[in-house]
């Protein structure tokens, strides 16, 4: 390959590299962020009030126009196992650097 060519390959990989480095790192603050969230809401499912709340959707006793994704049990459940997966892929990548 001639130097020229090869510099703007080296470029481009630095560009995409840059980019992907800037976007993780985004991302990155926004999970360190999120992480009391999800800690909040660990603690929440699976506790008395979570079963009360569900019980009192499953009997109707909730306001219609209430979002209640939170009493979905696959959803909250697979947003916590989405970020245990999320946790472990990250420690992966780091011990693999």
Known sequence: MEQTERIKEMEQRMNRAS?????????????????????????????????????????????????????????LWNLLEDYRELKKRLKEQVSTT
């Open 19 to 75: 980019m992907a480095v800037m976007g993780l790192s985004a991302a990155l603050d926004q999970f360190e962020a999120a992480k009391n969230d999800i800690d909040t809401l660990n603690t929440y499912y699976g506790s008395s009030e979570w079963k009360e709340d569900f019980d009192a959707d499953q009997q109707n006793l909730l306001p219609k126009d209430l979002k209640r994704g939170v009493l979905s049990e696959d959803g």
